[in-house]
């Protein structure tokens, strides 16, 4: 499916986004993911559908000052 991962066009085979997360090798990852906007919380990533078309931020904390 047709995905824009970070701003990046991607074919992805993933129906949640935790499918998503394993198929970019990041399953165990510390990241924040939002959905067409929407923040999504970890425990609600197994349940969070995919569409084609639809657009998947990923984000990593950062530390420092």
């Known amino acids: 499916m047709k995905l824009t991962i970070?701003?990046?066009?991607?074919d992805l085979d993933a129906a949640t986004?935790?499918?998503a997360?394993?198929?970019?090798?990041?399953?165990d990852a510390r990241v924040a993911?939002?959905?067409d906007g929407a923040f999504v919380?970890?425990?609600l990533?197994?349940?969070t559908p995919l569409t084609a078309g639809?657009?998947?931020e990923i984000v990593a904390p950062m530390q420092g000052g």
């Open 45 to 47: 990533r197994a349940a």
């Open 54 to 56: 639809c657009a998947l």
């Open 41 to 43: 919380p970890a425990a």
């Open 6 to 10: 970070n701003g990046e066009a991607r």
């Open 21 to 27: 997360l394993a198929a970019l090798d990041m399953a």
């Open 33 to 35: 993911t939002a959905l």
């Open 17 to 19: 986004v935790a499918d």
